[in-house]
């Protein structure tokens, strides 16, 4: 998995970070109702929500930082396929900084 390290000024390392991309979101969508979503399997860090338009309609996607590898692998077993607002997600580890 991709992982981002937090530092703080001192420079030492805090936390380390799993970035998760999440595909096929539907308009409704909202933040709160991913953090929930994802908070079942742990922290939830930042959640970034993007739309890129495909051909007439718009795709919507995001990015949600969990902490922890073991975390964030559940996260994405149970949460690959699952729907929201009727959308089956897309869930899979993230290469992107958020």
Known sequence: MFQ???YYFSGYLTERHV???VGNLSPRTS???LREAFARFGAVGKISIHEQPADSAT???CFVEMPG???ASVAI???NGDKIDGCALTVKESGVTV
């Open 59 to 61: 795709y919507r996607f």
């Open 77 to 79: 077993s149970a949460l």
């Open 31 to 33: 933040e709160p109702q």
């Open 69 to 71: 590898d073991n975390q």
């Open 19 to 21: 970035n998760i991309y």
């Open 4 to 6: 981002v390290y937090s």
